[in-house]
């Protein structure tokens, strides 16, 4: 099976302050994704990346940044955090899928509070 | 434009029943639908898939559905079980302007009755 691992079931941050949110998965999969869910409002794409050192925009990525320095760790940071960041945080991965559609595969989540 | 909408966001059956939670997508250009489950706590699961080329795909106790003509896709979850309780929610892959994008919709809460 696969495995999405995100470091932090809970979090709670002050505004202001820079905040990590790390995520690995075992599967060697090339895609990984940061998505925030808040009620009512489905999953809404941050940033992802498809290999080592890429990253692409997503939907929202305004406030937050991507580190991907290795293939299984894909960390989200939240350069100044503020109170509307406080969601949840949820990462994914999927194989490598130009040629064939694949399901990406989430972890179960950070819950963020920003104060 | 970019919208993958549900029906019903409450469902609520009684053990033993037959559940449907649908969904409508927008993107005619959609090739790839998939359902997955979140219960309380936890990240979604993978439930299910199933590609453009298909009306139909049936898994352990659950079926889904796509109707291309009006863009409509259901999940069929026979015999519900307490144990099914949880958020539903599909998602579509296709081209949206310039590449591939997956749009997932917000979700219906199953409440499984015993």
């Known amino acids: 099976d696969v495995k999405v691992t995100q470091s932090s079931r809970y979090l709670v941050k002050r505004t202001g302050e820079k905040v990590f949110l790390e995520c690995v998965q075992d599967?060697?999969?090339?895609?990984m994704f940061w998505y925030r869910q808040d009620p009512g409002l489905g999953l809404r794409l941050i940033y992802f990346?498809?290999?080592?050192?890429?990253?692409e925009k997503g939907d929202i990525p305004e406030g937050y940044s991507v580190s991907r320095e290795k293939k299984e760790r894909f960390s989200l940071i939240l350069e100044s955090a503020s109170t509307n960041q406080t969601s949840m945080y949820l990462c994914?991965?999927?194989?490598?899928?130009?040629?064939?559609?694949?399901?990406?595969?989430f972890g179960d989540g950070t819950r963020l509070s920003i104060l | 434009g970019e919208s993958v909408g549900l029906h019903l966001p409450t469902l609520s059956v009684q053990e033993g029943d037959n559940s449907i939670i649908n969904c409508a997508y927008s993107?005619?250009?959609?090739?790839?639908f998939i359902w997955y489950k979140q219960e309380s706590g936890k990240g979604p699961q993978f439930i299910i898939d199933?590609?453009?080329?298909?009306d139909k795909r049936q898994g352990q106790r659950v079926t889904v559905l796509l109707n291309k003509t009006v863009k409509h896709l259901s999940l069929q979850i026979a015999a519900t079980q307490p144990g099914d309780s949880a958020v539903y929610f599909c998602?579509?892959?296709?081209?949206?302007?310039?590449?591939?994008?997956?749009?997932f919709g917000a979700g219906t809460r199953l409440f499984v009755k015993a």
């Open positions: 994914a991965s999927s194989p490598w899928d130009i040629y064939s559609n694949q399901p990406q595969h």
């Open positions: 599967m060697d999969h090339e895609n």
């Open positions: 990346s498809y290999d080592v050192k890429m990253k």
């Open positions: 993107n005619s250009a959609s090739d790839y």
């Open positions: 199933i590609r453009s080329n298909m």
């Open positions: 998602a579509e892959k296709g081209r949206y302007g310039g590449g591939f994008k997956t749009i």
